[in-house]
């Protein structure tokens, strides 16, 4: 499987911005796909997952009624609508995808079996 990202750029704080991830390959092995940002000199850390199948999703709190994880498997694509950005939602953002059904946590960048290139988000005060 390879994902690739896209989107991101520069907006001010309360402005909107999508980020999609197209998966291509064994797509069929995708249980999950999850997205990831990293600011500069921090960790990298959780934002939102979705199930391949099914659409389930979760969202870290503090992205909770702003962001909005969708998927559209015609087109093995994975979007991320980003709404009333604020600055500390800055960094680089990563899809990231979970190859089959396993028990481990989700909300941590190490399980993941797959990983796209990032793309940057910058929002400005």
């Known amino acids: 499987v390879q994902l690739q990202a896209s989107g991101g750029g520069s907006v001010q704080a309360g402005g909107s911005l999508r980020v999609s991830c197209v998966a291509s390959?064994?797509?069929?092995?995708?249980?999950?796909v999850g997205w990831f940002r990293q600011p500069t000199g921090k960790d990298r850390e959780f934002v939102a997952l979705i199930r391949w199948s099914g659409g389930t999703t979760n969202y870290a709190d503090s992205v909770k009624g702003r962001f909005t994880v969708s998927r559209d498997n015609a087109r093995n694509t994975v979007s991320l609508q980003m709404n009333g950005l604020i600055p500390e939602d800055t960094g680089v953002y990563y899809c990231?995808?979970?190859?089959?059904?396993?028990?481990?946590?989700?909300?941590?960048?190490?399980?993941?079996?797959?990983w796209g290139q990032g793309t940057q988000v910058t929002v400005s005060s």
């Open positions: 390959g064994r797509t069929d092995n995708i249980y999950l």
């Open positions: 990231a995808a979970i190859r089959r059904f396993r028990p481990l946590n989700y909300y941590s960048d190490s399980g993941y079996d797959y």
